[in-house]
């Protein structure tokens, strides 16, 4: 017993402790934080993976516990810390004593756990966020904390949108993109959560590993959260500590570009929002709403009218020339495609033959996407591109 209270005292890894404690009391165990989020369990088979089970029901439903099982909650409310199942299948229970014990020694583990990642997040949000600090200073204070970083960071950004995503599926897209590449950091944010990619030795890494961790990362929280739609945006490079918070900044900026047509899309590079950044930067807004108006106001006002959305089928078919990958990406039929693309086309008045037609077409649907360009009115669109009137 003393050894397993030092262990607790002296780490503030949950499923450490419950390695050591399952084999103290010969009982299964498994551990949950608060809002259901797995912390531990053991041993590692079929009991154990139960007694999880069981501690993430109690931790979501407030299950009551099942015959042969034991419930203890971490905490009182509304501070609770988390669950812990305990099978009980010898008669007389072996390790009474200890059992009773085990609670007390989670919740001290956990409270000072949660004191540390609460210090570890601040500094984490500083970095990220305050583009004042020196990169000296920034590593001062992550030894503060007991953190080490590294020279610099390939930052992305998860986003998601229609749902916001439950506390517990955070936590496991944390702890996965942490298990995957060690030294990796996460640092939620409001609707979205910064991943840093560590480059210890300041060089790029290799893109492909980059953007293999951020595609799993955003298929995780898929998986967990599949309304969501997550994406994320990988900027362009790698940046040094003191560069972090405006390159990050950046890639919150490209959040409002998005979605795109293609949202089946796991991974988006920033480089993808280019024209978007300079377009909402530097065309003046009635400009830009009298060009989008004269290039797409009859489309917008035959989607009002019918109630279709040929935009984003004209949208699709000039991002993907091939219509089979356009067809995909608007999860139509092929030759649905076609006909709606050639009866987008046809109350345009338009063909895309022309380089400059399709240059102009595509580059309206970009701006009609961005804050300054609203879609168009009921007298919108009344010439043609290239300068002749549509017959109507």
Known sequence: MAALVQLAVGS??????????????????????????????????????????????????RLVA????HIARLG????????????????????????????????????????VRAQRAAFARRLVTDGAVSAEQLRREAAEVDLSVVRGYWPALLTWRHVPLPAAALATVDREARRLVAGAVTVPLERRVVLLYPCPDGAPPDRAEVWGWSDAVARETRRLAPASRAQVIVADGPAELSELSARVTALDHD??????????????????????????????PQAARQYVDECLGRLVEWDREHRSDLLSVLEAGLDFPRHERAAEVCFMHRNTFRNRMRRALRVLGDDLDDPDVRLAMHVALKLRKLPLAPAGGPHAGRRRLNGRRRED
């Open 12 to 61: 503030d890894d949950p499923d450490r402790l419950i390695a050591v404690a399952a084999g103290e009391v010969g009982e299964p165990l498994g551990l949950v934080g608060a809002a259901g989020e797995p912390l531990g369990h053991a041993p590692d088979d079929e009991d154990g993976r139960q007694a999880l089970a069981i501690a993430r029901a109690a931790a979501r439903h």
């Open 255 to 284: 959040v409002r570009f998005a979605p795109r047509v293609e949202e089946t899309r796991a991974v988006l590079s920033a480089r993808q929002f280019a024209l978007d950044r300079l377009l909402s930067r530097s065309v003046d």
């Open 66 to 69: 099942p015959p042969g099982w």
């Open 76 to 115: 009182q409310a509304p501070s609770v810390l988390g669950f812990l199942a305990v099978g009980r299948h010898s008669e007389p229970p072996a390790g009474d004593q200890l059992l009773e014990l085990l609670p007390a020694l989670l919740a001290d583990q956990l409270r000072r756990a949660t004191m």
